[in-house]
Nanobody
């Protein structure tokens, strides 16, 4: 089992920044890809960004140039630096981790961007 705990969410004005963290514990060895997803009210969960164990990254078009995903394998922690936040970035942000054959999820952290 892998446990994932997100932190760093909160209320911020448009144009502001937040940094999310996701720390893995339990059987966190051999975690491959990790990612951040978000779910806005009334919408489906969507990929924000993901990162491989070798730190190759992928971003949703809507966040390219504003968000940066990174990970510290020694600390079993993944980060999401979010700059130039927009009201449409509002939602619950979830951390995911792939440890074959399963994908694990955190409980989420709420990000609210006010206009």
């Amino acid at each position: 089992q892998v446990q994932l705990v997100e932190s760093g969410g909160g209320l911020v004005q448009a144009g502001g920044s937040l940094r999310l963290s996701c720390t893995a514990s339990g059987s966190s060895f051999s975690i491959n890809d990790m990612g951040w997803f978000r779910q806005a009210p009334g919408k489906e969960r969507e990929l924000v960004a993901d990162i491989t164990s070798g730190s190759s990254t992928n971003y949703a078009d809507s966040v390219k140039g504003r968000f940066t995903i990174s990970r510290d394998n020694a600390k079993n922690t993944m980060y999401l630096q979010m700059n130039s936040l927009k009201p449409e970035d509002t939602g619950v942000y979830y951390c995911s981790a792939r440890r074959p054959p399963r994908t694990y999820w955190g409980k989420g952290t709420l990000v609210t961007v006010s206009s």
